[in-house]
């Protein structure tokens, strides 16, 4: 069963008063906004009659100011692109691999940390549907309600979304927590925490912008006794250009976002390494 204002469908079959839309010009750029009746949208372009948009279907072609547009149903990446930000944001291409890699399910009990501009939030509330519950710990109190408007402009009723203003650092109240996901800075200060509120098998995942952060984590993680199967990765997205003259990877790209890491909560008590071999002995890299 769907919560109220949780589509089952992809989006309505006509754009109805409410209803996001999201045009795109000519050039590909974009207007996400909130349709009214009797209102009109300013695009440097044209301005553009909500009331041209209300009553057609998602796809349809509208024009404005002698330009036409194409009218969507933003999706959530689309939106997510688009909200205002207090902080960085997960962005859509490292949030498929947060939710498939720590393994979000329907009905799952997350915990994440921190909320930010509740970008990784709402892939959470999605992922984890009316079944499921989302614990977002946010420590800076001005930081939340800026994140609630953001997530609630999307997804309208949020009943299995429990926010505390909490340092995830000092403890975490839940116990029995199917997974946690962690975006902030000092992540291997929460582990003594996670390892008593993850279930066992439980998987533990964290998105850190840079590798230095990554390398601390991966040794406090190695060090303690309830975490194995650690696994670290970064997504690279290059989109590519077609034309009826060529085909070619896009000269821009973002070259850099983020690392994830991923671990496992297992019983404490990991064997010990096995013996390296000699020849690996010599490596150069410092053991
Ligand atoms: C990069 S932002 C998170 C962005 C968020 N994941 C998103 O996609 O919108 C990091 C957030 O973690 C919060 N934070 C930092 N340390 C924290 C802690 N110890 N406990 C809870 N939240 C914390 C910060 O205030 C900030 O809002």
């Known amino acids: 069963m769907a919560l109220e204002g949780e589509s089952t469908s992809p989006g309505p079959s006509v754009f109805r008063p409410g209803d996001r839309v999201l045009l795109l010009d000519r050039k590909g750029r974009r207007y996400l906004f909130t349709l009214r009746p009797g209102h009109t949208f300013h695009t440097h372009l044209g301005a553009i009659a909500h009331d041209n948009i209300l009553g057609r279907p998602p796809g349809s072609w509208v024009v404005g100011g002698g330009h036409s547009f194409l009218a969507l149903n933003p999706t959530l990446a689309d939106y997510l692109l688009e909200i205002p930000r207090v902080t960085q944001i997960i962005y859509p291409k490292d949030l498929g691999a947060v939710l498939v890699y720590g393994d979000i399910f329907p009905g799952a009990r997350v915990l994440e940390a921190g909320m930010g501009s509740g970008a990784l939030t709402l892939a959470l509330l999605r992922a984890v549907g009316p079944t499921g519950t989302v614990y ?18 999307f997804l309208p ?40 509120a993850l279930v066992p098998g439980g998987i533990l995942l964290c998105w850190l912008p840079t590798v230095l952060q990554v390398h601390r984590l991966v040794q406090a993680l190695e060090a303690h006794p309830a975490f194995t199967l650690i696994e670290t990765f970064e997504v690279l997205q290059r989109p590519w250009h077609f034309s009826p003259v ?6 821009r790209m973002v070259a850099h976002t983020g690392f994830i890491t991923t671990a496992r909560r297992c019983t404490p008590g990991k064997p010990l390494p096995p013996e390296t071999p000699p020849e690996e002995q010599e490596s150069h890299e410092p053991q």
């Open 136 to 153: 977002s710990y946010e420590v800076r109190r001005e930081f939340i309600p800026r994140a609630l408007q953001n997530i609630h402009a």
């Open 157 to 196: 009723e949020t009943p299995h979304l429990v926010v505390r203003e909490a340092d995830v650092y000092q403890g975490v109240e839940e116990r029995g927590l199917d997974r946690v996901v962690l975006d902030v800075p000092e992540p291997w200060r929460a582990l003594p925490h996670v390892a008593q």
């Open 246 to 251: 060529s085909a070619r990877p896009v000269h």
